[in-house]
């Protein structure tokens, strides 16, 4: 049977534009390729966890504005259960505002609404939604407290923590927490901030991981944009190559990597493939513009595979 999945993280609208090249500080770049979209890394994990066969749960809080109705209805179109989410009167998901270059790399900065409000305290009082599942995946656009809460509980009801630490608090993890995170998937700026070691190809890679699974990650994946991922599994180190693709927009390939790793591992996939089937389906995903609307289908991912 397959394992449930329960997401936390934020849930955000993408207000997402295209334009040649970004601008620099105090400058301003006219484009006339402007999109909104799904995105949130928790709500874009849980589209792709379900999308991609993962029995998958929600728990956040989001506003009673038409964002939250959109990208709550969105999910469960994809058969998130979001029975869970907490609804806040007179509050607004959160907002992300996307730059897109021609090469299809991003900037982002966003502000969380309403997932931010989801304290250590809603965790406990509302422990009861982690039952019946058996992988917490979690990122980082919350209250670093909460996600803290959030892996203890997980860990106490035995579950698997899967986390993207994205963005890297200040101050780093928790050395305690980092002993509860069975996989952790860092890109290379949130694994150099983890580290201190500049992560630049697959032998900084490796470097940075030694450090990461000294702090106590069972499993440290590293993820490197268009150098592919780097992990260690059972002493055997995987460098994963990236698949050959026309990126146009890189917007949600590690949310798109780590949603996918999720699902096949519910699934009850090896770890090996599961890091093969979530490189391809990243990958996939560079080639669409948004965030869940980049999100590959099964069959997709299968035949590229
Ligand atoms: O990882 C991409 C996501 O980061 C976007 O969808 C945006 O909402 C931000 O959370």
Redesign the pocket.
Known sequence: MAKRILCMG?I?I?LTMFMKRMPDVGESVVTDNFAT?P???G??QAAVAATLGGEVRYFTKLGDDVFSAELTAGLKARGVDMSRVITLPGDTA?V?M?RVDEQGRNS?S?TAGANAKLTPEDVRAHQDAFDGCDILLITM?IQPATVYEAIRVAREKGMTVIIDP?PVPAGGIPADICRMIDYAKPNETEAETLTGVPVRDMESAAVAYEKLAAMGIRTPILSLSDKGAFTVLEGKPIALAPLKVSAIDS??A??VFLGAFAASLSRGMAPEACLRFANTAAALSTTRKG?QSSIPSLAEVEAAL
């Open positions: 934020s955000n993408d979209f995105g949130g890394k709500g874009n959160g992300a996307i982002i966003f656009e994205s917007t949600a590690g949310d965030a």
